[in-house]
């Protein structure tokens, strides 16, 4: 664009900053007030022009500019003529009398702003010391937050170097990305400066100014590591601790590529909006992510966020469209690690809860391709979601099974050196994969990053050969003709004999005979038994769940498979996917509730924890919509499911085993939690005795810390307008709680009130000063199904609130999912799209779209299950069996 013809208007509405000039070095000095819950702050930002140009365009959302000034490389200072602050486009934009030429040069800023209360940018967080509240200041930078806290080019390809320095409250601690090199006290203000960092994107800059005591250690090679906690409190850092520096070490090794600061900190803040955020060299998490009872999630999420240190901070991608390169590649080596440092949990079974979540979002008509494209960047929000982070890892995980652990990893090392303080995209990837492993990796891979969706792949048995048919899976009747290069992994029954093959088209067929011969050891026996399946043969497709698709059997493979599995012939992974295959073609009625109620029957002594959490969740779920569907036989369907779990419970009992594992201890909250929500008297007697022996003395042994939940949530089934005496207690307790997770335990359980009254009182008391806006997650997942309607009409009444009170960050979506989402009426649906027809829906847009989309999902389900003449049968006759 020649000089002459540039405008401000052609700046106005742009997806990125245009390519005039690029930062290389940031000297930023930030002055928080926390009292007044304001800051000012000056950056020198070195910079090159690259083109002749009268305006400098950068960004900045929501700070005032105060001076500015540009010197040339001839040491010439020029001011702006003009300085114009362009919200909506997120933009600053600087106008010069004169162009400015193709040189280096210095930009100069000096501003202020707020220090806001919705967990973006530089915001404000509380926390008590000695029983009065207090202020401290946060960041939280990622995806396009950084501009919120001082100008800057704010896109992950402009990286630059950084030189942060900050005047804080003597008593307090300052962290930043790097070490502090000097401090010097004025009074009763510091100034801490921080050595300068390498070069890095902004979404990864990060301060944090508040009181905390902290706990090192050191890896193998010397990086210091602390786990930064609450005053009082730095022991309950320990478990981090350890993880992030083995964790460290093994990175190391697996990337051939050692970490690059000389220290790493994590800090654990009351207000944060995420788990956990992954800055360079300062991860900040909520405390109840860095504290977590849940050693497996504390890990995994340690891991990721570790992980992240490579993959996004190290090597980044170009633009947001490549999100998936960071989270999907993040959450997928989290697991690999877990996996390496704690084999005994086996974790990659529970890694298909994180597959499962990218199957259901995926087969969404409103999903969207893993490489979406992204035209301002504030819309990245929305992709921060399950197809970028869980789509991403699980077709991450199918295409290391097909290339081999060892070439994957050979490949990921080079692809580390190549592009290590660089930017990438997709295809950069799939190059050095292709070069390393021989295999067109972009061509098989191109369909499941490109474009949305995945297969359901059709498997008949007939005449000594097995048929395939791929089609799209999707929850609405609405079906496209893709076809995608599925890595297909199948097993031969009796035999455990495995054959891995490509499906490139959409038909297939695989002759057998040939596996069943050669492990059998008969030549005619496959002959003779071509017209009936022998009673041991049975075919599993997607071996360990590693493949992103769906498989739907024929009625004759799913009888075996059903007989196999009361055999137990079968691996947790696998009768996971059985189930989880089934109840997805079940909602999207390929697949009758008669078949998977019948599939259900043979799992009632399933003791392996991520295929009873899946058994539970789709009880919960068939419990929810048979209320609607089919309302004459919900008791005998809660009887049912609540026959389904009495053996598992009756092993793990409520009282610890001495020497049992973590995951006897998670599967026990569990069931006793699902049994609780069906009503199980016997469970719901003795959680009240519990619960009463517990306010009795809070440090009773006959309440353990993974009984609490479903002892809490047995207290609010019980809770009625004329009993409110449990209610009251769980308040009480929140109130005077110290620890965070007994207050997430409360929160998660209060709205699950089945009295409409109660769960009203329950949203107001969210909304109030007593929550914080990071908790307010908890009570919306436990909304109780008889409380969906008040919910809604709430959420109508309190619409303009519930905007003030969260802004435009992710809390909103939580209330979009989970006051939406519990519907299953065309009428809800249409009533939920009028009410937002007038409202500003940009930051939210995508999510509304999949909440009223699943909402006709279950409409379309209720329809169907009406029309199966021989549920009731059934249900019945299930209901029966001890």
């Known amino acids: 664009m020649e ?54 365009v950068l960004n900045a959302l929501e700070l005032v500019v105060n001076q500015v000034s540009f010197t040339n490389s ?101 962290l930043s990305n790097m070490p502090v090199i000097h401090e010097e006290l004025n009074g009763q203000i510091k100034t801490v400066s921080f050595e300068e960092s390498p070069i890095m994107s902004t979404y990864v800059v990060a301060v944090v100014i508040g009181s905390f005591d902290y706990i090192e250690d050191s890896t193998a090679d010397g990086i210091k590591v602390r786990a930064y906690c609450p005053v009082g409190e730095s022991d309950k850092g320990r478990f981090a601790l350890n993880v992030a520096v083995k964790s460290l070490d093994l990175f190391k090794k697996y990337f051939s590529m050692p970490y690059t600061l000389p220290k790493l900190d994590m800090v654990a803040v009351p207000d944060f909006s995420a788990g956990a955020m992954e800055n360079y060299g300062l991860i900040v998490y909520r405390e109840t992510a860095m ?99 869980e789509k991403g890892s699980a077709v991450i995980r199918m295409l290391m099974d097909y290339l081999g652990y060892n070439m994957f990893q050979k490949s990921l090392s080079s692809y580390m050196k190549n592009y290590a303080w660089k930017n990438t995209k997709t295809e950069d990837l799939w190059s050095i994969l292709s070069e390393e492993s021989g295999v067109q990796v972009n061509t098989l891979m191109d369909t499941w990053t490109k474009k949305k969706g995945y297969p359901v792949i059709s498997v008949k048995y007939k005449d000594c050969n097995l048929e395939f048919e791929q089609s799209q899976f999707v929850y609405s009747d609405m079906h496209s003709d893709d076809c995608w290069i599925v890595p297909m992994t199948m097993s031969l029954g009796s035999c455990n004999k495995r054959k891995n093959f490509l499906l490139e088209t959409k038909h297939g067929k695989l002759d057998v005979s040939g596996l069943y011969h050669s492990c059998d050891g008969n030549s005619s026996s496959f002959e003779r038994n071509q017209e009936k399946l022998s009673e041991k043969f049975w075919v599993k497709l997607n071996i360990g769940q590693t493949g992103f698709y769906r498989v739907k059997y024929d009625h004759n493979l799913t009888t075996q498979l059903r007989k196999a599995i009361e055999d137990n012939c079968l691996s947790a992974s696998d009768r996971f996917g059985i189930l989880d295959d089934t109840y997805a073609l079940c909602e999207a009625c390929q697949v009758s509730l008669s078949s ?137 307790m929140y109130k005077e709680a110290q620890a965070v997770q007994e207050k997430d335990q409360v929160l998660r359980c209060l709205a699950s009130c089945p009295e409409p009254d109660i769960v009203l009182e329950v949203l107001n008391f969210m909304l109030s000063d007593e929550v914080r806006g990071q908790d307010i997650m908890y009570v919306l997942l436990g ?81 169907s299950i009406k029309q199966e003449e021989s549920i009731k049968e059934l249900v019945r006759g299930l209901a029966c069996i001890g």
């Not at 539970?616 to 929810?624: D, G, R, T, W």
């Not at 009503?679 to 009773?700: C, P, V």
């Open 291 to 389: 504290f977590l009872d849940d050693m497996h999630s504390t890990a995994i999420n340690k891991q990721r966020a570790i992980a992240h240190q490579w993959f996004g901070n190290l090597v980044t991608m170009e633009w947001w469209t490549h999100l998936w390169l960071n989270e999907g590649f993040a959450t997928w080596v989290s697991y690999l690690a877990t996996d390496s440092l704690f084999p005994e949990w086996e974790i990659w079974t529970q890694f298909l809860d994180v597959t499962a979540g990218g199957l259901r979002m995926d087969a969404l008509e409103s999903s969207h391709p893993i490489e979406v494209e992204i035209h301002h960047a504030r819309s990245v929000l929305e992709v921060f979601d399950s197809i970028s982070y």
């Open 3 to 56: 000089v002459e013809e540039q405008r401000i208007e052609q700046f106005k509405g742009q997806p990125r900053l245009p390519k005039f000039a690029v930062p290389k070095r940031y000297e930023l000095t930030l002055k928080p007030d926390l009292s007044s819950c304001t800051f000012s702050g000056t950056v020198r930002i070195e910079l090159s022009i690259l083109q002749s140009t009268k305006f400098l």
């Open 74 to 174: 001839h040491n010439q200072k020029l001011v702006p003529s003009d300085v114009v602050l362009e919200g909506e486009d997120e933009m600053l934009i600087l106008v010069f009398d004169e162009a400015l030429r193709v040189e280096d040069g210095v930009l100069w800023i000096s501003f202020s702003g707020v220090l806001n209360e919705h967990m973006t940018g530089f915001y404000k967080g509380t926390y008590m010391d000695g029983g009065v509240k207090k202020n401290m200041a946060v960041t939280q930078f990622e995806a396009v937050d950084a501009r919120r806290c001082f100008p800057c080019w704010d896109e992950p390809a402009l990286k630059a170097t950084f030189k942060i320095t900050m005047e804080v409250p003597s008593e307090l601690t300052a």
């Open 783 to 863: 909304i109780s199904l008889e409380g969906r309607e008040t919910a809604w009409r709430w959420l109508k009444e309190n619409w303009d609130l519930i905007l003030a009170k969260c802004g435009a960050d992710m809390t909103l979506h939580y209330f979009i999912r989970n006051v939406v989402t519990p519907f299953s009426s065309h009428e809800m649906a249409d009533e939920v799209e009028a009410f937002f027809a007038s409202r500003e829906t940009t930051s939210f847009a995508m999510n509304l779209k999949q909440s009223i989309e699943q909402v006709r999902i279950k409409a379309r389900w209720v329809e």
């Open 596 to 732: 998977l109620l019948s599939l259900m029957n043979v799992y009632r002594k399933e003791l392996d924890y991520t295929v009873l959490s899946r058994l539970i969740e789709i009880c919960s779920s068939v419990e929810k919509i048979s209320s609607d569907a089919l309302p004459s036989l919900l008791n005998d369907m809660k009887q049912f499911f609540i026959g389904l779990l009495l053996f598992s419970a009756e092993k793990l009992g409520w009282e610890p085993i001495q020497g049992e594992n973590h995951m006897s201890a998670m599967m026990r909250e569990r069931v006793l939690m699902a049994l609780v929500n069906l009503g199980h008297s016997r469970t719901i007697d003795e959680a009240m005795k519990r619960f009463q022996a517990y306010l009795d003395d809070r440090n009773t042994p006959l309440l353990p810390v993974d009984c609490r939940r479903a002892v809490f949530r047995a207290v609010m089934r019980n809770t009625n307008t004329s009993n409110r005496n449990g209610f009251e207690a769980l308040l009480t």
